[in-house]
């Protein structure tokens, strides 16, 4: 009888890491755009076709963010929900596949989702909607493909936390605001420097960088070197599109910065004028400032009405 029930234990153990070995399989598929072995594996198990993964992410989730568009129609084809949301207990709750190509810059992808049916304006639980996502990435391909479908691209900002009392908005780059952010920025490069110089080790810029997508998004680095011409800086906020090894030690001409920050003996921050632009926007709207970001507020001590 003992060996009956073993026999019974252990196919339940091996039951157990196929189902676990192909919910691993399909995910991966799905992102590799491995379309074939991927039709392969769902006719054997359609209900994978569902499933989440510790980010609560199904499979067409996995093929947006990666944009293998062939390996989405498949998966729409077979039945996946192209407006299914991240489930409640992950962060952020409420994502779509529209907002995952939208933020990585899919256009290809995005027009797929369109054409099918996804819905244009979806709300994950900060507010994001895939336009906004869109212009947080500076993606002009996707805000158009998007606007073009009926997205509001006026919409309140909604903001993510990027770590270090560093946060994102998808402000629009062609706010007027946002350019005089920039000009302010590039205006106090001699602040900057003589701040570097007090507080080498607390000195942020943020730049652009382009990844080995194509492209171009806007990271903060620390400063590691600093002159006239140049600035070399490790990026601590690392792009949501690079695919491959991120090297995160990189150089920029000092004409190249959009913004900077330095922290404090105290803890106030100076520049981070771009923030302004943040605070500005949402008070327009009658917008309450996130609670970890109007916890932050007041250490920014450079902050006028608006950037000058």
């Known amino acids: 009888m003992s060996w009956v029930w073993l026999g019974l234990g252990l196919a339940v153990v091996l039951g157990v890491v196929r189902v ?25 198990d359609p209900s994978l076709l569902h499933q989440v ?37 992950v962060n952020p709750e409420g994502v779509t596949p529209l907002h995952l190509a939208a ?6 992808a995005v027009k ?33 493909l998007l606007t073009a479908a009926g997205a509001d691209a006026t919409a309140v900002p909604a903001y993510g936390q ?18 005089k952010a ?9 602040t900057l420097r003589s701040l570097f110089a007090e507080r080498p ?13 194509g492209n171009v998004e806007h990271v903060w680095a620390r400063v590691l070197a600093l002159d006239e011409v140049t600035v070399r800086g490790r990026i601590e906020t690392p792009p949501t599109s690079q695919r491959g090894k991120l090297e995160r030690e990189q150089q920029w001409r000092v004409s190249e910065i959009e913004d900077w920050q330095v922290e404090q003996r105290d803890g106030s921050i100076r520049g981070a004028f771009g923030y302004q632009v943040l605070f500005l ?28």
């Open 182 to 190: 920039v000009e302010k920025a590039q205006s106090t490069l001699g």
């Open 53 to 89: 993964n510790g980010e609560g992410e199904q499979p067409l989730h996995q093929a947006a963010k990666y944009g293998e568009v062939e390996t989405m129609r498949l998966l729409l084809d077979r039945g996946s929900d192209i407006n299914a949301r991240t489930p409640r207990g």
């Open 162 to 179: 990027l770590g270090d009392e560093h946060f994102v908005t998808a402000t629009s780059a062609s706010d007027p605001l946002i350019a």
């Open 20 to 44: 676990l070995r192909a919910l691993r399989d399909v995910h991966a598929l799905a992102r590799a755009g491995s379309t074939e072995r991927l039709a392969v594996l769902l006719a054997r």
């Open 103 to 108: 933020a990585f810059g899919y256009a290809e």
């Open 281 to 308: 926007r949402m008070r327009e709207k009658g917008v309450a400032l996130p609670r970890e970001l109007a916890a932050q507020q007041h250490r920014f001590v450079d902050h006028e009405r608006e950037p000058t």
């Open 112 to 144: 797929l989702l369109l054409a099918r049916g996804a819905e244009v304006d979806p709300k994950e639980e900060t507010g994001m909607t895939p336009i906004m996502a869109a212009q947080a990435g500076g993606h002009a391909a996707v805000i158009e």
């Open 201 to 213: 080790r607390d000195t942020m810029v943020k730049v652009p960088f382009t990844t080995d997508t």
